[in-house]
């Protein structure tokens, strides 16, 4: 098995580095992932301007670019195999919630089942150190391992998140669906040395609703979360509503 890894924390971060040897037990791993952080670009694609890469290390590679650059570029004709497997991780922080909207880390493995390739999203829920990685890698190899191609319905993908514990303090994991998270309101809005406002995008955590089976409630109730997502964004009950409106425009007729 060939398994792609990236991140949005940069190439770099402790967090890849703990992946990919974890993964190296599994498959064999390239790792193409942005030379910086991208944390919080989401699924943005680099159009207008050159994208470089630099092998860092043997099947390791660094891009200027987002997560989604990172995987579109290696699956259609960077690597010299099609990867059987995308994961991306292990972030430094939650990805729950809204925060999937919003994730680099997310965005990356949401390319892979785009593109037609089973991907997984790893992530710890804490933004503070010590980071305890190794559960998360530990956890995401099994899952590798466990979620072959034939089983993996197209166009998923598994969003992990751990909470920060030592592997024997994590009570086990749940399957699970996006929960709500919430933040602070308040946009931070002060003024530079030349007399000019800026604005800083607060992002305080006020907590979350207490959905039952949701990712949010398993993390803390110290449980890891496994969420099925998908590419498709179709919210069903609302084309079901759109069958009874009728605009005043010409309708379509067989
Ligand atoms: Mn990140």
């Given at each position: 098995?060939?398994i792609?890894v990236?991140?949005?924390?940069?190439?770099?971060?402790?967090?890849?580095?703990?992946?990919e040897?974890?993964?190296?037990?599994?498959?064999?791993?390239?790792t193409?992932?942005?030379?910086?952080?991208q944390?919080a670009v989401s699924?943005?694609l680099?159009?207008?301007?050159?994208?470089?890469?630099e092998?860092v290390?043997?099947?390791?590679?660094?891009?200027n670019?987002?997560?989604t650059?990172?995987i579109?570029?290696?699956?259609?004709?960077?690597?010299?195999?099609?990867?059987?497997?995308?994961?991306?991780g292990i972030?430094?922080?939650?990805?729950?919630?809204d925060d999937?909207?919003?994730s680099?880390?997310?965005a990356?493995?949401?390319?892979?089942?785009?593109l037609?390739?089973?991907?997984i999203?790893?992530?710890l829920?804490?933004f503070?150190?010590?980071y305890?990685?190794?559960?998360?890698?530990?956890?995401?190899?099994?899952?590798?391992?466990?979620?072959q191609?034939?089983?993996f319905?197209?166009?998923s993908?598994?969003?992990?998140?751990l909470p920060n514990l030592p592997r024997d303090?994590?009570?086990?994991?749940r399957?699970?669906?996006?929960?709500?998270?919430h933040?602070?309101?308040?946009?931070d809005?002060?003024?530079?040395?030349?007399?000019?406002?800026y604005?800083?995008?607060g992002?305080?955590?006020?907590?979350f609703d207490?959905?039952?089976g949701?990712?949010?409630?398993?993390?803390?109730?110290g449980y890891?979360?496994v969420?099925?997502?998908?590419?498709d964004?179709?919210?069903?009950s609302?084309l079901?509503v759109?069958?009874?409106?009728?605009?005043?425009?010409r309708q379509?007729?067989?």
């Amino acid at each position: 098995m060939v398994i792609l890894v990236s991140n949005d924390d940069g190439i770099q971060s402790e967090g890849i580095r703990c992946l990919e040897e974890a993964l190296a037990g599994v498959g064999e791993v390239y790792t193409v992932a942005p030379d910086k952080e991208q944390s919080a670009v989401s699924h943005s694609l680099t159009l207008h301007r050159p994208l470089r890469i630099e092998e860092v290390a043997p099947h390791r590679f660094a891009v200027n670019g987002t997560p989604t650059d990172c995987i579109n570029i290696a699956v259609k004709g960077f690597l010299p195999v099609r990867p059987d497997l995308v994961v991306s991780g292990i972030n430094k922080g939650p990805n729950m919630g809204d925060d999937i909207t919003y994730s680099g880390t997310v965005a990356a493995a949401l390319e892979g089942a785009l593109l037609g390739i089973p991907a997984i999203a790893v992530s710890l829920v804490t933004f503070t150190a010590p980071y305890h990685f190794q559960a998360a890698a530990e956890f995401s190899a099994m899952l590798a391992t466990e979620i072959q191609t034939p089983r993996f319905p197209a166009g998923s993908l598994l969003n992990v998140n751990l909470p920060n514990l030592p592997r024997d303090q994590i009570k086990g994991y749940r399957f699970t669906r996006q929960g709500k998270r919430h933040y602070g309101e308040n946009i931070d809005v002060r003024t530079d040395p030349r007399g000019r406002k800026y604005y800083w995008i607060g992002g305080d955590d006020l907590g979350f609703d207490p959905i039952e089976g949701s990712d949010c409630v398993a993390v803390h109730d110290g449980y890891i979360s496994v969420t099925p997502l998908r590419a498709d964004l179709t919210h069903q009950s609302t084309l079901e509503v759109l069958q009874d409106v009728r605009l005043p425009w010409r309708q379509e007729t067989d």
